[in-house]
Antibody
Framework: EVQLVESGGGLVQPGGSLRLSCAAS????????MTWVRQAPGKGLEWVAN????????YYVDSVKGRFTISRDNAKSSLYLQMNSLRAEDTAVYYC???????????WGQGTLVTVSS | SYDLTQPPSVSVSPGQTARITCSGD??????AYWYQQKPGQAPVLVIY???ERPSGIPERFSGSSSGTKVTLTISGVQAEDEADYYC???????????FGGGTKLTVL
């Protein structure tokens, strides 16, 4: 059974940093692109970043470029999102999702809440 | 940036057919995907590559495409289908995904 479990969310002050993790199981993690998607409270979904299998290709939405870094450890079947210079508008539930070639975002984690507030 | 436009809300009675549209200039060149999200839950993929249905998704869910518009159709709507629905496609470079604003389906 495919499982994605996010962790690392919490309350952080503006300008602070946070590192999210996503532990994957039930599939060959190293064979898939992976994605971070976020959802601000009461708002829609926003694609944040994605990366390919070996980390050689990484893409970010403009609003997080230069502040967020997506990475992965295939040996640990884990995906990460390092978030720096956090702003109030980064407050959201952050989901990791598997990006399958045929059917993107076919599996999602339950999400982890990041709150940026003083 | 590339935008996908959805109606904010659609309402139907049980047993009727719900149609949720999504418009975008790149849709003739990029596939569209549809996700269902119920309150407090993660999204679930219900349609991929415009018209394909993942295993486990009921047959009443179908997708279609015409020009710059794609449509999610739910035939014989049930109360359990009440949810937010999001279309998704790729930006012009096909490297990053883009979501529509979402449509709240209300089953009257």
């Amino acid at each position: 059974e495919v499982q994605l479990v996010e962790s690392g969310g919490g309350l952080v002050q503006p300008g602070g940093s946070l590192r999210l993790s996503c532990a994957a199981s039930g599939f060959t993690f190293s064979g898939y692109w992976m994605t971070w998607v976020r959802q601000a409270p009461g708002k829609g979904l926003e694609w944040v970043a994605n990366m390919n299998q070996d980390g050689g290709q990484k893409y970010y939405v403009d609003s997080v470029k230069g502040r967020f870094t997506i990475s992965r450890d295939n040996a640990k079947s884990s995906l990460y999102l390092q978030m720096n210079s956090l702003r109030a508008e980064d407050t959201a539930v952050y989901y990791c999702a598997r990006y399958a070639a045929a059917a993107p975002l076919d599996y999602w984690g339950q999400g982890t809440l990041v709150t940026v507030s003083s | 940036s590339y935008d996908l436009t959805q109606p904010p809300s659609v309402s139907v009675s049980p047993g009727q057919t719900a149609r949720i549209t999504c418009s975008g200039d790149a849709l003739p060149k990029q596939y569209a995907y549809w996700y269902q999200q119920k309150p407090g839950q993660a999204p679930v993929l219900v349609i991929y590559k415009d018209t394909e249905r993942p295993s486990g998704i009921p047959e009443r869910f179908s997708g279609s495409s015409s020009g710059t518009k794609v449509t999610l159709t739910i035939s014989g709507v049930q109360a359990e289908d009440e949810a937010d629905y999001y279309c998704q496609s790729a930006d012009s470079s096909a490297s990053l995904g883009v979501f529509g604003g979402g449509t709240k389906l209300t089953v009257l």
